[in-house]
């Protein structure tokens, strides 16, 4: 069973600034967090990964808390493209999908 | 990113015959490729993970003699259902990666566009 949690669904206008939270508070300490986005009908898309620093790329940027219980994807300027199902994975040797937050992007 | 194609895109098949799908690394080597099943409104489920010329490691519940995997080469998997059945409908997708490869982790993994198989 996947070790995150995440909000079934979220709402973010265009423009707008997407976070997209995540805990994991059973993550270990040598567990990377990892983020996928899957559109529609379409294979997953590798977003952004960190073990305990902030990471940014030029897709989005992963908060993750001191403790590393939590993370959050940050999508600075979401476009309607960026509506889908966002996955959080805590694990290092394989990817456990749960369930995701669907992120719906509004004009 | 890398690209990562799958031929077909879609295909229809009747019940009890065989249908392979390929999964391609178009622009890099990949040593490990993983294959995975997604039914309607569900999340992925691994299936197998296959490091070239090695024989694939399949995940528990997932019949290796339904579903055979060849990884015969750096940049080509193949997955063939055999004897499919309407219950192997699905959408399958194929993902690559070569750990160690430039700082790659094992779960920076590319993923195909998906194959959705209708049994009839």
């Known amino acids: 069973d996947a070790k995150t949690t995440q909000p079934t669904s979220m709402d973010c206008a265009e423009g707008r600034a997407a976070n997209l939270p995540c805990n994991h508070s059973?993550?270990?300490?040598?567990?990377?967090v990892y983020w996928y986005r899957q559109i529609h009908s379409q294979g997953p898309q590798y977003i952004i990964h960190g073990l305990k620093n902030n990471e940014t790329n030029e897709m989005a940027s992963l908060i993750i808390t001191e403790d590393r219980k939590s993370s959050t994807l940050i999508l600075p300027h979401a476009t309607l493209r960026d509506t889908a199902v966002y996955y959080c994975i805590a694990e290092n040797y394989q990817l456990i999908w749960g369930a995701g937050t669907k992120l719906i992007i509004k004009p | 990113g890398a690209v990562v194609s799958q031929h077909p895109s879609w295909v229809i098949c009747k019940s009890g015959t065989s249908v392979k799908i390929e999964c391609r690394s178009l622009?890099?080597?990949?040593?490990?490729m993983f294959w995975y099943r997604q039914f309607p409104k569900q999340s992925l489920m691994l299936m197998a993970t296959?490091?070239?010329?090695?024989?694939?490691?399949?995940e528990q519940g997932v019949e290796k003699d339904k579903f055979l995997i060849n990884h015969a080469s750096l940049t080509l998997s193949t997955l063939t259902v055999t004897s499919a059945h309407p219950e192997d409908s699905s959408f399958y997708i194929c993902?690559?990666?070569?750990?160690?490869?430039?700082?790659?982790?094992?779960?920076?993994?590319?993923f195909g566009p998906g194959t959705r198989l209708t049994v009839l």
């Open positions: 296959s490091n070239e010329g090695s024989k694939a490691t399949y």
């Open positions: 059973t993550i270990s300490g040598n567990e990377y």
């Open positions: 622009d890099f080597q990949a040593t490990t």
């Open positions: 993902s690559a990666n070569t750990p160690g490869l430039a700082g790659l982790s094992y779960n920076e993994q590319f």
